[in-house]
């Protein structure tokens, strides 16, 4: 019943920029912290940035500088805009949701599908 959208994601050349979209659609939720994580092939998912209901951030050492995280709490939509791309950024970008479900009221992690990003001259 909610889902998350990533957008944004395609090919950009090293120094480039890109921006990704997130968006929770359904009814019946309320977004707590949200966040992106990124995956090469034969490496762990890791953190790139997340942002609390406060708008409060932490990013991953390799992207500080680089990448701003942000959200518009009345679309439900979570944003990283990612500049001074490098190479090794290449990666599946996810969209990660804590949220609120009313219904069982309880807390639920949620996953985006993934958007791919590949920075490449």
């Known amino acids: 019943q909610v889902q998350l959208m990533e957008s944004g994601g395609g090919l950009v050349q090293p120094g480039g920029s890109l921006r990704l979209s997130c968006a929770a659609s359904g009814s019946g939720f309320k977004l707590n912290t949200m966040g992106w994580y990124r995956q090469v092939p034969g490496k762990e998912r890791e953190l790139v940035a997340t942002?609390?209901?406060?708008?409060?951030?932490n990013y991953a050492d390799s992207v500080k500088g680089r990448f701003t995280i942000s959200r518009d709490n009345a679309k439900n939509t979570v944003y990283l805009q990612m500049n001074s791309l490098k190479p090794e950024d290449t990666a599946v970008y996810y969209c990660y949701a804590y949220l609120y479900t009313r219904l069982a009221a309880r807390y639920f992690e949620l996953w985006g599908q993934g958007t791919l990003v590949t920075v490449s001259s």
């Open positions: 942002i609390t209901s406060d708008s409060g951030t």
